[in-house]
Every structure is written in structure tokens, then in C-alpha cells.
């Protein structure tokens, strides 16, 4: 495979349940993101993985637990999420050494919560 | 810090006609410059970007986008439209300098709509 892959694509889950999405990226990039795409809202990034570091948007509660264990995988687990969580998760990676290198972006994870 | 507007939420273009999608950006410094596009259901796609040289970037499918300093505008641009090309447009703006952060700001997204 190449590019930026996600899984699973689409995913229903209950307020109580614990739950976990993965991104892989084949690009031999050294940095890897988390957004949250909402209708009528703007891009919101989550968080950022590289090699220097780990980079949190503040406002992004505790229900949502990134994990990087190595440069080419993602993880985003989630656990008591509300309904309000419900959301297309978009990975993205890029070589982050030169700032002018652009993002690749996975397809996304469909996320409804009930 | 660097943030970056487009200041329309929805662009109405007939087919065949030019289009235009406006992008402007603020950033102490000078900005390298990206447009993405998002189909239904699937990613960002990287269209083009401006670094350094021609002011005019030509990209994917057909778009364009003229970097403007003095104005700090890199507005998208085709000179003819096509239904395919109804999408979300994505503006990104990063700064150039040393110790500028490889993470981009984005724009809030303007949907574009070709009609047949």
C-alpha cells in the first residue's frame, strides 16, 4: 500500500465504550498528525507526533489518548466519548525538517457516537 | 503567529466559466503557501504551493494561484470550471523563517459548487 491509510473507515460507538483508531502512512515521513473535521466548524488540530516532539492542542479533552510507537503508526483511542465527538478523524503526516513540505492525508474515520 | 482567512464560505461558478477562490494570510515573516481540496468523504488532497520564485503556482487538475506580497493574497484560480471540481478548497500558511513551525495553520475551508 502507499500513501496514508486509516482504519477503520467508519465506526459507531456507544458513550461507554473504549475504542481505537489506527493510521499508518507509507511515505517515509517523520511527522504525523490527528485532526477533527466537523460540519460547519473549522479544521481542528489535535495532535502532532515527530521526531523532536509531541505537540497537544490544549483544548482537546482527556477521552482522546494518542500513541505513536514509531514513526510510521498512529494510534487514537478513545473512551467515554459524547455525542458531541461525532466526527471525521483525518491522520496526516509530512516530513517536518523543511517547513515548506506539504501534509498527506488519509481518507478519515467516520466517527458517530450514540 | 499566522493565521489565514478566506473570506467565503461558498463559491457559485457555472461550468466552463474561470473561478476563484480567495485565500489571504498573516505571519511575522514570509509564508510558504499551500491549497488543498476535500472530496465527499475522503481526505485533504495537496493541490499546490508556493515557496519561493514565480509568483504564479501552477498545480494539479488545472488550478493556479498568484502569490501577491503587497496584498498578502494567494488566491486559487482555473480558467475554466468543471462539475468535477465541486469540492472544499483548504488554504495553509507556514512560516519561512528558522524555527518556524512545520505545523500549518488552515483556513476554515470554502466549498466550491460548478453548476452543470
Known amino acids: 500500500e502507499t500513501g496514508v491509510t486509516q482504519t477503520p473507515r467508519h465506526l459507531v460507538m456507544g458513550m461507554t465504550n473504549k475504542k481505537s483508531l489506527k493510521c499508518e502512512q507509507h511515505?517515509?515521513?517523520?511527522?504525523m498528525y490527528w485532526y477533527k473535521q466537523s460540519a460547519k466548524k473549522p479544521l481542528e488540530l489535535m495532535f502532532v507526533?515527530?521526531?523532536?516532539?509531541?505537540?497537544e492542542n490544549n483544548s482537546v479533552p482527556s477521552r482522546f489518548s494518542p500513541e505513536c510507537p514509531n514513526s510510521s503508526h498512529l494510534f487514537l483511542h478513545l473512551h467515554t466519548l459524547q455525542p458531541e465527538d461525532s466526527a471525521l478523524y483525518l491522520c496526516?503526516?509530512?516530513?517536518?525538517?523543511?517547513?515548506?513540505?506539504?501534509?498527506?492525508f488519509g481518507p478519515g474515520t467516520r466517527l458517530t457516537v450514540l | 503567529a499566522q493565521s489565514v482567512a478566506q473570506p467565503e464560505d461558498q463559491v457559485n461558478v457555472a461550468e466552463g466559466n474561470p473561478l476563484t477562490v480567495k485565500c489571504t494570510y498573516s505571519v511575522s515573516g514570509n509564508p510558504y503557501l499551500f491549497w488543498y481540496v476535500q472530496y465527499p468523504n475522503r481526505g485533504l488532497q495537496f493541490l499546490l504551493k508556493?515557496?519561493?520564485?514565480?509568483?504564479l503556482v501552477k498545480g494539479s487538475y488545472g488550478f493556479e494561484a498568484e502569490f501577491n506580497k503587497s496584498q498578502t493574497s494567494f488566491h486559487l484560480k482555473k480558467p475554466s470550471a468543471l462539475v468535477s471540481d465541486s469540492a472544499l478548497y483548504f488554504c495553509a500558511v507556514r512560516l519561512v523563517e528558522s524555527g518556524g513551525s512545520y505545523i500549518p495553520t488552515f483556513g476554515r475551508g470554502t466549498s466550491l459548487i460548478v453548476h452543470p
Open positions: 507526533y515527530s521526531l523532536e516532539e509531541r505537540v
Open positions: 496526516a503526516s509530512s516530513q517536518a525538517r523543511a517547513t515548506y513540505n506539504e501534509q498527506f
Open positions: 508556493y515557496i519561493t520564485g514565480d509568483n
Open positions: 511515505l517515509g515521513h517523520n511527522a
